[in-house]
């Protein structure tokens, strides 16, 4: 269990906002008392936080990663199941690793695939990834919601986090119950998306969340990447060999 954090704002970012993004980081010490990793761009207004739970490459796993040209930054909660397979797969095709970590697996993908690199990932994670090209961030969720994502989007910018005591670190984020969220709260309901405070959104299972500057302001666009789907019996394809429904099964589940 390791804990992500951070923020992109509008305007390059003044001096005491390190020390924002600092104690929201240090918030999440529980989840990763190993060690906090630090991104901030001063210039583009983002800051990313990693607080960091050593389980897979102990000596070099440290985050934020990033890709070969320094163009992608990518700050990761969880685990990526099967990647030592993928990690091979795209050693082959020419994609360079820096560290021995589950978790970078994500980058070549993301340079592969563009945002369709989610559904060539299985696992439990939450994770950040900010490319600079594209100027954009975009966060992601596992299918089922295991690990934990929440956001918020205010007038001063967009801030993330894996716990929402981890946006608390931040001045700008508003501390105001939610009567609906609490109402499902009491109810012992969970709704997709909501939280106990106002404003403050929980990424949904199986989505993931594109965020970009457009003028003076964020445009957020969310994406459902994959939903529970019960097959039909009609759906059953008779022209498979009994080997190729073994590798699906082995490729998706050992």
Not at 12 to 40: I, N, T
Not at 147 to 175: M, Q, V
């Amino acid at each position: 269990m390791c804990g992500i954090t951070g923020f992109w704002k509008h305007t390059s970012l003044p001096r005491e906002e390190a020390l924002y993004l600092s104690d929201m980081v240090k918030r999440l010490h529980h989840r990763g008392p190993d060690g906090y990793g630090y991104h901030v761009d001063n210039e583009r207004g983002l800051g990313m936080a990693h607080a960091r739970l050593s389980i897979i490459d102990l000596e070099t796993g440290e985050q934020p990663l990033y890709s070969p040209d320094n163009q992608r930054v990518l700050t990761v909660n969880g685990e990526f199941y099967d990647y030592k397979r993928i990690r091979t797969e795209l050693r082959l095709e020419g994609f360079r690793f820096r560290t021995k970590s589950d978790s970078e697996i994500a980058l070549p993908l993301y340079r592969k695939y563009g945002l369709d690199f989610v559904e060539h990932l299985r696992g439990e994670f939450a994770f950040a990834l900010f490319d600079q090209e594209q100027e954009r961030l975009i966060l992601v969720r596992d299918r089922f919601g295991i690990k934990p994502l929440f956001y918020h989007l205010g007038p001063k910018g967009f801030y993330f986090g894996s716990e929402i005591k981890a946006l608390f670190g931040h001045p700008d984020i508003p501390r105001r119950f939610s009567k609906e969220g609490i109402l499902h709260q009491l109810m012992h309901t969970m709704v997709p998306g909501s939280s106990a405070f106002e404003n403050i959104h929980a990424l949904k299972p199986g989505h993931l969340l594109v965020i970009q500057i457009r003028g003076k302001s964020f445009e957020l666009h969310e994406h459902c990447y994959w939903d529970v789907d019960f097959p039909r019996e009609t759906d059953r394809d008779l022209s498979r060999s009994p080997e190729h429904h073994i590798r699906e099964v082995q490729e998706k589940l050992l």
